[in-house]
């Protein structure tokens, strides 16, 4: 692995399924975010974490749940997919949540039916 | 409410220079950052300023005035690689990343 990987690439889901969608990062970096982007806005932070054990709600929380159970995995889970949560989903990394750059995996798109 | 405004589209000649422009309203400051994202791809660093003035990298250089809540982007000697969106983003008080809608930035050759 090198720098920060999500699966899957893309996803299309039932209304009313539970999905989890991974994150890995192999940089040691203590914060972690899931964005997700949707055409004409920008992106809109989900959930983050500033260092293992804890997370907290970003901007756009509801119906998303995530765990930090250690330093290089971030999964967000939708427990139960609604049409509006079509959207590509980014995670990212930064070394710490006070000014470092954040570093973005590569996207998740999912569509929700 | 927090608020981050850039243009929606630019369009620009290869060789040429282009100002991308950023304005900010936001719930503190702790940085600016400008992120380049190609279509269909995530977005990578460009380019951070927390003090006023130019930061100058390569062909890119970013400037910032935290007094009026202003940055722009210059990117000098356009390529057609560098057609993408670009965005802007303020880290707010909370140190969580404020981003605008981006500037999608078309070359012609």
């Known amino acids: 692995i090198a720098g920060i990987t999500q699966a899957p690439t893309s996803q299309i889901l039932a209304a009313g399924r539970r999905m989890t969608l991974r994150c890995t990062q192999d940089m040691r970096h203590n914060a972690m975010y899931w964005y997700r982007q949707d055409l004409g806005l920008g992106l809109r932070l989900i959930h983050y974490?500033?260092?293992?054990?804890?997370?907290g709600k970003g901007e756009v929380p509801d119906g998303y749940s995530v765990s930090r159970a250690n330093t290089d995995d971030f999964p967000l889970t939708l427990a139960s997919a609604v049409p509006s949560q079509t959207s590509v989903y980014f995670c990212?990394?930064?070394?710490?949540?006070?000014?470092?750059?954040?570093?973005f995996g590569p996207g998740t798109r999912l569509t929700v039916l | 409410g927090q608020n981050i405004d850039q243009p929606t589209e630019m369009t620009a000649t290869e060789g040429a220079i282009v100002q991308i422009n950023c304005t900010y309203q936001t719930s503190g400051f702790n940085g600016l950052f400008w992120y380049q994202q190609h279509a269909g791809e995530a977005p990578t660093f460009l380019s951070y300023?927390?003090l006023d003035g130019l930061e100058e990298k390569g062909r890119f250089s970013s400037f910032l005035s935290r007094s009026k809540g202003y940055s722009y982007l210059l990117l000098k000697e356009l390529q057609m690689k560098d057609s993408a969106s670009y965005l802007c983003a303020v880290l707010d008080s909370n140190y969580q990343l404020i981003w605008g809608a981006g500037t999608k930035l078309i070359i012609k050759p």
């Open positions: 974490s500033n260092t293992a054990g804890t997370t």
């Open positions: 990212a990394s930064s070394a710490s949540y006070s000014g470092n750059e954040q570093f």
């Open positions: 300023n927390v």
